[in-house]
């Protein structure tokens, strides 16, 4: 089991930055790669960014590429998410998520770990 606490989220301007942190405890986090999803309101919940378990390699999803960056500390169990450029459309709640598998994955059903979300709300 791994457990997943997901923080930082808040109201920011557009324009602006946020950085998304999740505190992961339980199994051995080293081994996870980790992912960030979000889901707007009335919208289905949608890939952001993703890293292996040794941070080398990244994912990131085309609408967020170059405004976000993804990175994790292995040593602190965390795994953070910096929002730079914050657009109205990027306002959702913000899930981490954590995959037995090594290698960072795109798709939903590759993890099996959630925390509960942190919102982010993006004002014009």
């Known amino acids: 089991q791994v457990q997943l606490v997901e923080s930082g989220g808040g109201l920011v301007q557009a324009g602006g930055s946020l950085r998304l942190s999740c505190a992961a405890s339980?199994?051995?986090?080293?081994?996870?790669?980790m992912g960030w999803f979000r889901q707007a309101p009335g919208k289905e919940r949608e890939f952001v960014a993703a890293?292996?378990?040794?941070?080398?390699?990244?994912k990131y999803a085309d609408s967020v590429k170059g405004r976000f960056t993804i990175s994790r500390d292995n040593a602190e169990n965390t795994v953070s998410l910096q929002l730079n450029s914050l657009k109205p459309e990027d306002t959702a709640v913000y899930y981490c998520a954590a995959t037995s598998r090594g290698r960072p994955s795109i798709a939903y059903d590759s993890y099996a770990y959630w925390g509960q979300g942190t919102p982010v709300t993006v004002s014009s």
């Open positions: 339980g199994r051995t986090f080293g081994n996870c790669a």
């Open positions: 890293i292996s378990w040794t941070g080398s390699s990244t």
